[in-house]
């Protein structure tokens, strides 16, 4: 079953303009929730985390994410985009069953239109 | 530079043909994981050693094997190449077995 759910495998901004990500989840327990960035030809780069406390999490960049455990979501946002967020995005969730693998959305690639 | 090192950067193969990857874990670090990045199947975990045990397995198929050495680095083996193999390979690692992970920059696979 798919656990994680990026909604928009492409989403366009304009530079300055405000970043919107879409994650939702599917967890029977509380899991952790992660966001990494991976810019061309590079590996996988932690953008925040949600583990437990404020559901309010910010990451580095700028960027930042809420946990709303009612609808199920982590959604990822930044007020002014710039060109260097141009990137792939993957939303990740641990599922806290005793293991530590990730389970990865499908990704999301921003596009910054100067 | 998240410390993560793997080798080879690319890998072009035939086939039918075995590959092994190689990767080494940042410094202090324990637990080593193994990730297949693909366009058909996206980012999939396949395996998780910790120092030197397999603590987890994931999506890994049987024609695959890994294992964790004494000196901690990792090494995936891929045997009897199929065109669907063709992916970037993630080493990631983290201190103990539940903590942050941390990615290395990938093994481009291609078979041709």
């Known amino acids: 079953a798919q656990s994680v759910t990026q909604l928009g495998s492409h989403v366009s901004v304009s530079e300055g303009a405000l970043v919107l990500l879409r994650c939702n989840y599917s967890?029977?327990?509380?899991?952790?929730l992660f966001w990494y960035v991976q810019y061309p030809n590079q590996g996988l780069q932690l953008l925040l985390k949600?583990?437990?406390?404020?559901?309010l999490v910010k990451g580095i960049n700028g960027f930042e994410a809420e946990f709303k455990k009612s609808e199920t979501s982590f959604h990822l946002t930044k007020p002014s985009a710039h060109m260097s967020d141009a990137a792939e995005y993957f939303c990740?969730?641990?599922?806290?069953?005793?293991?530590?693998?990730?389970?990865f959305g499908t990704g999301t690639r921003l596009t910054v239109i100067p | 530079d998240s410390g993560v090192t793997q080798t080879p950067k690319h890998l072009i193969t035939a086939t039918g043909q075995r590959v092994t990857l190689r990767c080494s874990p940042r410094s202090g670090d324990l637990s080593v994981y193994w990730y297949q990045q693909s366009l058909d199947q996206g980012l999939q975990f396949l395996i998780q050693y910790y120092n030197g045990e397999e603590r987890a397995k994931g999506n890994i198929l049987e024609r695959f094997s890994a294992q964790q050495f004494p000196d901690l680095h990792s090494e995936l083996n891929l045997s009897s190449l199929e065109l669907g193999d063709s992916a970037l390979y993630f080493c990631a690692s983290s201190l103990g077995p539940l903590d942050e992970q941390f990615f290395g920059p990938g093994t481009r696979l291609t078979v041709l």
């Open positions: 990740a969730v641990n599922l806290q069953t005793g293991a530590n693998n990730l389970f």
């Open positions: 949600y583990t437990t406390g404020a559901t």
């Open positions: 967890s029977s327990v509380p899991p952790y």
